[in-house]
């Protein structure tokens, strides 16, 4: 760095403050971001235990009907019986989203960068 030519560059005060500004509400944006970031990861993890789970259960179910399957006398119906079975349709069961977790590391960071950002704004 010795023999490197060093530029400077003068900025207006104005100039200083809004490239202030700019950077930190990029920071404040990235912050954010990384925060979705974490809770997808954690619903995605959860997704992928539920779903690990379900697929357990429904081996064990399988399992279950087929050897149910084996002990039961098959039954064997009439002609017209097996014509006039309506179909049966279950209801559909609403999803209730659960509340939402945020790091607090990022919480802090994000109140100190809009705490900053109203101080140049002064």
Request: proline share 4%; no cysteine.
């Amino acid at each position: 760095m010795k023999n490197e030519n060093l530029i400077h560059v003068r900025l207006e005060y104005e100039e200083a403050v809004e490239s202030k500004k700019n950077v930190l509400s990029s920071e404040m944006n990235l912050i954010r971001i990384m925060r979705i970031i974490k809770e997808y990861h954690s619903l995605r993890l959860n997704e992928l235990k539920l779903k690990s789970s379900l697929y357990r259960k429904l081996k064990e179910i399988k399992k279950d009907i087929k050897s149910l399957q084996l002990i039961l006398p098959k039954l064997e119906l009439p002609q017209i019986l097996k014509k006039e079975q309506p179909e049966i349709k279950e209801p559909e069961k609403e999803i209730i989203p659960k509340e939402k977790k945020y790091d607090t590391s990022l919480e802090s960071e994000l109140k100190e960068i809009q705490e900053k950002l109203k101080a140049l704004q002064r």
